[in-house]
Nanobody, 124 residues
Framework: QVQLVESGGGLVQAGGSLRLSCAAS????????MGWFRQAPGKEREFVAT????????LYADSVKGRFTISRDNTQNTVYLQMNSLKPEDTANYYC?????????????????WGRGTQVTVSS
């Protein structure tokens, strides 16, 4: 089992920045890809960003490309999501997820473990 705990969410004005963290514990794998997804009220969960755990290859949703950066610290078993130039439409509950495979994926069904989420609210 892998446990994921997100932190760093909060309320920020449009144009501001936040950094989310996801701490992994338990039977973590050095080859596991990690991802961030988000879900706004009344909407389906959507992909945000993903990173290969071992070689750092990343993928981003078009809506966040150029504004968000996913990174990881293997020594701390932690994944980060740096969010800049935030927009009101970025408001959502942000979830961290872990695969059991090494290849980054934008598909939520490919992730075996999920955190409980952290709320990000961007005011206009």
């Amino acid at each position: 089992q892998v446990q994921l705990v997100e932190s760093g969410g909060g309320l920020v004005q449009a144009g501001g920045s936040l950094r989310l963290s996801c701490a992994a514990s338990g039977r973590t794998s050095s080859n596991a890809a990690m991802g961030w997804f988000r879900q706004a009220p009344g909407k389906e969960r959507e992909f945000v960003a993903t990173i290969n755990w071992n070689d750092g290859i990343t993928l981003y949703a078009d809506s966040v490309k150029g504004r968000f950066t996913i990174s990881r610290d293997n020594t701390q078993n932690t994944v980060y999501l740096q969010m800049n130039s935030l927009k009101p439409e970025d408001t959502a509950n942000y979830y961290c997820a872990a695969r059991t495979a090494s290849i980054a994926s934008a598909l939520a069904n490919n992730y075996a473990y999920w955190g409980r989420g952290t709320q990000v609210t961007v005011s206009s």
